[in-house]
Nanobody, 119 residues
Framework: QVQLVESGGGLVQAGGSLRLSCAASGSVFSLNTMGWYRQAPGKQRELVAT???????NYADSVKGRFTISRDNAKNKVYLQMNSLKPEDTADYYCNAVRFAGHSVYDYWGQGTQVTVSS
């Protein structure tokens, strides 16, 4: 089992910055891809950014150039630096981790942290 705990959400004005953190604990030795997803009220959860254990990143088009995902494998943490925030970035942000165990794939989620961007 893997436990994920997010932190760093809050209220910020448009154009501001926030940094989200996610700490993983438990069976973290075989974690592969970690990432951030978000869900705005009335909308489906969507991918924000992912990063593999080797450091390969992937971003949603809507955040490219503004958000940066990074990972500290030694500390089992993943971060999301969010700059130039827009009101449409307002959502609950969820940390995700994928673990491979033999032929099985396990998907883990944090509880979420709220980000509100005021105009």
């Amino acid at each position: 089992q893997v436990q994920l705990v997010e932190s760093g959400g809050g209220l910020v004005q448009a154009g501001g910055s926030l940094r989200l953190s996610c700490a993983a604990s438990g069976s973290v030795f075989s974690l592969n891809t970690m990432g951030w997803y978000r869900q705005a009220p009335g909308k489906q959860r969507e991918l924000v950014a992912t990063i593999t254990s080797g450091g390969t990143t992937n971003y949603a088009d809507s955040v490219k150039g503004r958000f940066t995902i990074s990972r500290d494998n030694a500390k089992n943490k993943v971060y999301l630096q969010m700059n130039s925030l827009k009101p449409e970035d307002t959502a609950d942000y969820y940390c995700n981790a994928v673990r491979f165990a033999g032929h099985s794939v396990y998907d883990y989620w944090g509880q979420g942290t709220q980000v509100t961007v005021s105009s």
